[in-house]
T-cell receptor, first 114, second 113 residues
Framework: GENVEQHPSTLSVQEGDSAVIKCTYS??????FPWYKQELGKRPQLIID?????GEKKDQRIAVTLNKTAKHFSLHITETQPEDSAVYFC?????????????FGKGITLSVRP | EPEVTQTPSHQVTQMGQEVILRCVPI?????FYWYRQILGQKVEFLVS????????KSEIFDDQFSVERPDGSNFTLKIRSTKLEDSAMYFC???????????FGPGTRLTVT
């Protein structure tokens, strides 16, 4: 089955700096890669996703890049703000049908220092 | 914007008791999931459900677990005889036909004492 690795496990940046979080996956058939932000005690919230037919996607301060050959994808957050502090999870799935499960990474705790 | 809802938000139960966690998926969604997250750990897949039957289940989803869609709106997860290690946050999620994104509910925190 799919295995998603996420590193580092914690990341601390100064407000205004950029943050990059990387994930690797094992199943070459995976074709959908979402990133979720989870604040303490709350639900995972989708912040951006990418499908395997594109290499990069951007939405304001966040972007995701995908390298299918190397089987890794990264989340980029620019101009970080204290409200970006949260746990970020990457996930992967093989979209053969809409009922495909998500396999999550272990999560990274991002702290943005004011 | 429509959201997945879950009840209760927190359930405390004694070991060996049965619990039912309830979810109302987004109304036009067809694919439903349960995940769990033990405190401080990653989100883990339990089961997916479509067309009134289980599509896939993980190793965690053993005979103590069952799911049901008793009517047109609710989707339930039953744990027959809870164990201490079932203590976790349980998330329900749903997806539309042809959709990729899974929309998560707010979760039910289950505490087994």
């Amino acid at each position: 089955g799919e295995n998603v690795e996420q590193h580092p496990s914690t990341l601390s940046v100064q407000e205004g700096d950029s943050a990059v979080i990387k994930c690797t996956y094992s199943d070459s058939a995976s074709n959908y890669f979402p990133w979720y932000k989870q604040e303490l005690g709350k639900r995972p919230q989708l912040i951006i996703d990418i499908r395997s037919n594109v290499g990069e996607k951007k939405d304001q301060r966040i972007a995701v890049t995908l390298n299918k050959t190397a089987k890794h994808f990264s989340l980029h957050i620019t101009e970080t703000q204290p409200e970006d502090s949260a746990v970020y999870f990457c996930a992967a799935k093989r979209q053969t049908g809409a009922n495909s499960k998500l396999t999550f990474g272990k999560g990274i705790t991002l702290s943005v220092r004011p | 914007e429509p959201e997945v809802t879950q009840t209760p938000s927190h359930q405390v139960t004694q070991m060996g008791q049965e619990v039912i966690l309830r979810c109302v998926p987004i109304s036009n969604h067809l694919y439903f999931y349960w995940y769990r997250q033990i405190l401080g750990q990653k989100v883990e897949f339990l089961v997916s459900f479509y067309n009134n039957e289980i599509s896939e289940k993980s190793e965690i989803f053993d005979d103590q677990f069952s799911v049901e869609r008793p009517d047109g709106s609710n989707f339930t997860l039953k744990i027959r005889s809870t164990k201490l290690e079932d203590s976790a946050m349980y998330f329900c999620a749903s997806t539309s036909r042809g959709g990729y994104e899974q929309y998560f509910g707010p979760g039910t925190r289950l505490t087994v004492t």
